[in-house]
C-alpha cells in the first residue's frame, strides 16, 4: 500500500530554535496538505498545495511558519523560531483528487512528525 | 462557535455492544462528509464516507440529517479493536475543497 513518508518522526527542540518537517506524498497526488494536531484537539490545516501552487494558507502563522514544495512532489514545512506553543503533530496529507468544490478529497496521511518545544 | 462539533467522550462500551455518536456542522451548505478513525499518537485514516441516503461498511453505519446538520456513526457488534477517536470531517464549499476535522469521539470498548 503506497504511503505517504514523514521525517523526522519526532523533534526535540529549544523555543527560538529553526525545525523543518519533510514530506514526500504518494505518488501521482497532486494535493498535498500540511496539518497540526494539538494533543485532544483535531487536526487544524495549516497550508493546502496543489502542485506547486500554494491555494490556502489562511491558517499559516507566516511570521514563523513557512511552506514551500517547489516542484510539486516533496515538501517542507519550516518552523522559525519555534515556540512553546507549537508543540504538537505536525500531519503531512495528500490527495488524489484536485481539492475542488466536487473532488473527492480522500486524504491518505503520513505517520506524523510530534514536535517538542522545551 | 466550532464548525465542527463533537462530544470528545469517552463512550465506554462492553464489548458486542452498539454505539452511536453524532457530529453537527455549522455551514448549511456543506455537501460532503466523513468519518476518519485515529488510532492513539497514530495518524487519521479513513473510515466512511457519508451519502445522503445513509451507508453501511460492515458494522458501522453512517448517516446523515442535512435537516438538523448532523452527521452519526454506529458500531454493531463492537470489537476491542474498535477502541479509537473517530473524527468526523466536513468539506467546506470553497472552491479548494477546505475540510474541517471535529475534534473527535473517544469510544473505549471494554471486555
Not at chain 1, 494536531?37 to 483535531?42: A, H, V
Not at chain 1, 501552487?53 to 512532489?73: H, I, N, T, W, Y
Not at chain 1, 507549537?86 to 478529497?105: F, R, V
Not at chain 2, 462528509?33 to 458501522?60: A, I
Request: glycine share 8%; aromatic share 10%; hydrophobic share 35%.
Amino acid at each position: 500500500e503506497a504511503e505517504v513518508a514523514q521525517s523526522p518522526r519526532y523533534k526535540i527542540t529549544e523555543k527560538s530554535q529553526a525545525v523543518a518537517f519533510w514530506c514526500d506524498p504518494i505518488s501521482g497526488h497532486a494535493t498535498l496538505y500540511w496539518y497540526r494536531q494539538i494533543l485532544g484537539q483535531g487536526p487544524e490545516l495549516l497550508v493546502q498545495f496543489q502542485d506547486e501552487s500554494v491555494v490556502d494558507d489562511s491558517q499559516l502563522p507566516k511570521d514563523r511558519f513557512s511552506a514551500e514544495r517547489l516542484k510539486g512532489v516533496d515538501s517542507t514545512l519550516k518552523i522559525q523560531p519555534a515556540e512553546l506553543g507549537d508543540s504538537a503533530m505536525y500531519l503531512c496529507a495528500s490527495s488524489y483528487q484536485t481539492g475542488g468544490p466536487t473532488g473527492a478529497n480522500v486524504l491518505t496521511f503520513g505517520a506524523g512528525s510530534r514536535l517538542t518545544v522545551l | 462557535r466550532k464548525e465542527v462539533e463533537q462530544d470528545p467522550g469517552p463512550f465506554n462500551v462492553p464489548e458486542g455492544a452498539t454505539v452511536a455518536f453524532n457530529c453537527t456542522y455549522s455551514n448549511s451548505a456543506s455537501q460532503s462528509f466523513f468519518w476518519y478513525r485515529q488510532d492513539c499518537r497514530k495518524e487519521p485514516k479513513l473510515l466512511m464516507s457519508v451519502y445522503s441516503s445513509g451507508n453501511e461498511d460492515g458494522r458501522f453505519t453512517a448517516q446523515l440529517n442535512r435537516a438538523s446538520q448532523y452527521i452519526s456513526l454506529l458500531i454493531r457488534d463492537s470489537k476491542l479493536s474498535d477502541s479509537a477517536t473517530y473524527l468526523c470531517v466536513v468539506r467546506e464549499t470553497d472552491s479548494w475543497g477546505k475540510l474541517q476535522f471535529g475534534a473527535g469521539t473517544q469510544v473505549v470498548v471494554t471486555p
